[in-house]
């Protein structure tokens, strides 16, 4: 008898694969990162080949390093980064242009002339580059429209992508993928032709849209026999992971960006406060549940930026060693709007900037202003979220790979005046995609089963005074109007 769920967990600079045994505990993984293509300002690539090749090495390595073998596993789940874009030849199953991925500005000119309410009150979506529709707009008018028209090209998320190469051919994406494009209608749940005609899209290109779990095919390429059983995206895949099954309960993700999710249950809760409506999951032919979602687009991405363009940090955990080097970041604000301001602001205009700099600052100021900016930002989500919820946070869930900085956890304690909870699998979007493949071929009979599985590994409370916290809030948001100002003058 299998012993073991495997998940392919697709991220924006990494693709790994790891396995989980029944009681949610971590068996194995290896991991790849793949290169951030920036061939201008505000555009942002992937090679797919490169993704599918990693994703083949990190499987292999993975059941290597364990010593299992692809009968081990009783089923393998897909999560994926959301929204960015992969277009290939139906006949070849060659990629015909690099992927956009979701940071990517390129079409940030198209949106202006979008109708907002028409877009949001058939998607759950405001108009914006982060999604894929103008995306996939953009590549058709630059030279692929023709053979679109044709039918001789396919569109798929990264998750359609890997299934479509895993399989065979199978071309399909699952609901919560399918809602991230800006081309699903939130009540239909299918392709909405008033969309489609909007964006000039041919619906021959697009997938199928299925459930969350289910089995779609087996992963033939390189795990005979075993069930891909799950697609689910990224954050709506951790809010699975941290069992978030009840409607009021959220959890927040940090990885290259920051992503908050709140369950709402199986009736969509509109935003009146900037954030987005969307699916949270659907197993099967149950009714699908429905999540509020505050999107931020750079979290650990400045990070990434501090280590890779300003040579600051040998590695991204250096940034707590450097950031703890000083008490507080001596009244330096860094925004990383690097693709814009997502929610609650949705500026795609917008830019990055530090404030308040003087000769007496150093580098460990500035880290530690960009540790700062990742929890203020988690602030405004959360405050936009209670808003349209009625529900004031007492505890914030945490995952993903910032959470490993210790300190960052405890700024964003500070900076929420509530505890935040880290769990014993810090890594639950993978986890979430294992949960929802082994609960669709019965490797666990139930949603409790999961919750018995969640355990915690570490809580930190809050310890700013309330005055402490209001003047970084008041001074943070003073760096936001700079910011766009900046974006006004320009």
């Not at 290896?30 to 293509?37: A, C």
């Not at 749940?189 to 000039?200: M, Q």
Request: some cysteine.
């Amino acid at each position: 008898m299998a012993r073991y769920v495997g998940a392919i967990d697709q991220g924006t600079t990494s693709t790994r694969f790891m396995i989980f045994d029944r009681a949610g505990r971590e068996i194995g993984r290896h991991q790849l990162e793949h290169r951030q293509i920036q061939p201008r300002a505000g555009w942002v690539e992937h090679d797919p080949a490169e993704i599918w090749e990693n994703t083949l090495k990190t499987i292999a390595v993975a059941l290597a390093d364990t010593g299992l073998s692809p009968a081990d596993l009783a089923a393998v789940g897909i999560t994926n980064q959301r929204e960015t874009v992969v277009l290939w030849d139906r006949a070849t199953g060659t990629p015909v242009a690099p992927a956009i991925v979701w940071q990517d500005t390129r079409t940030d000119y198209l949106i202006p002339a979008i109708d907002a309410e028409f877009v949001k009150s058939r998607t759950g979506l405001p108009p914006a580059t982060y999604f894929s529709a103008t995306k996939i707009q953009w590549l058709l008018d630059n030279g692929l429209r023709d053979r679109a028209e044709r039918g001789e090209i396919l569109f798929g998320t990264i998750d359609s992508w890997l299934i479509w190469n895993l399989t065979g051919g199978l071309h399909i994406t699952d609901v919560t993928n399918a809602s991230r494009t800006m081309l699903m209608g939130l009540e239909s749940l299918d392709w909405d032709p008033a969309l489609l005609e909007l964006f000039g899209i041919p619906r021959a290109m697009l997938p199928e849209i299925r459930s969350s779990a289910e089995v779609y095919g087996t992963a033939e390429a390189v795990l005979p026999g075993v069930p891909i059983a799950a697609a689910i995206g990224d954050q709506q895949a951790a809010l699975f992971g941290q069992t978030c099954f009840e409607p009021g309960e959220a959890k927040c993700t940090y990885g290259t960006g920051g992503f908050l999710l709140m369950n709402t249950g199986t009736t969509p809760v509109r935003s009146g406060h900037g954030l987005i409506t969307t699916v949270g999951y659907r197993f099967g032919t149950d009714a699908p549940v429905f999540a509020l979602e505050g999107s931020i687009a750079a979290c650990g991405a400045a990070i990434q930026w501090l280590r890779d363009q300003l040579g600051v940090l040998e590695t991204a955990g250096d940034s707590e060693t450097l950031a703890g080097q000083v008490d507080d970041s001596a009244g330096v604000c860094f925004v990383p709007a690097f693709s814009g301001l997502f929610a609650p602001y949705w500026r795609p205009d917008a830019r990055a900037a530090i404030v308040g700099l003087s000769r007496f600052h150093t580098a460990a100021h500035i880290t530690r202003a960009a540790l700062e900016a990742i929890c203020y930002q988690t602030r405004d989500v959360v405050e936009a979220m209670a808003q349209d919820s009625g529900t004031a946070l007492d505890c914030l869930q945490v995952d993903g790979g910032v959470t490993a900085n210790a300190l960052c956890m405890q700024l964003q304690a500070d900076i929420l005046g509530v505890p935040v909870s880290r769990p014993a699998v810090a890594e639950t979007t993978a986890l979430g995609a294992a949960y929802a493949a082994g609960l669709a071929v019965g490797f666990w009979d139930s949603l409790d089963d999961l919750r018995a599985n969640r355990h915690e590994d570490r809580r930190w409370q809050p310890s700013w005074p309330a005055a402490r916290r209001t003047e970084g809030i008041t001074r943070w948001r003073a760096a936001i109007d700079r910011t766009l100002d900046w974006v006004s003058v320009g």
